[in-house]
């Protein structure tokens, strides 16, 4: 899933104890007593930096659906050596370039 402004709270801050609205603001977390919150122009930052890094990796998670399951990949190796298998995974490496 797509990172959350949350996440990028809990990752500025390293506790993953805070709690509150997921869909909102800094305002809207609850954080410990006399804990100094990070600004919202740094969650922003952080989860725009996220955001990127998921996306730049969308290419992986389609690969992954489509990529046979390994007990068929270690069949076709096993049947038709290593150069099968390679055309066979290049179909899906091919259709989702890096």
């Known amino acids: 899933m797509e990172p959350t402004y ?3 709270v809990q990752i500025l801050t390293g506790d993953k104890a805070l ?3 997921t869909d909102g603001g800094i305002e809207k977390i609850v ?6 919150p990070p600004t919202d122009a740094d969650v922003k930052t952080k989860l ?6 998921y996306d730049a990796q969308e290419y992986a998670r389609n ?7 390994i ?3 270690l ?4 049947h038709n050596g290593i ?3 390679k055309a066979v995974i290049k179909v899906t490496k091919d259709k989702y370039p890096k």
């Open 48 to 53: 725009a930096s996220m955001v990127s890094n």
């Open 63 to 69: 690969r992954a659906t489509e990529y046979p399951a």
């Open 31 to 36: 954080f410990p007593e006399g804990f100094t």
């Open 75 to 78: 069949d076709e190796i096993f």
């Open 6 to 8: 949350f996440e990028a």
């Open 83 to 85: 150069d099968s298998w």
């Open 19 to 21: 709690h509150g609205k």
């Open 71 to 73: 007990a068929e990949q």
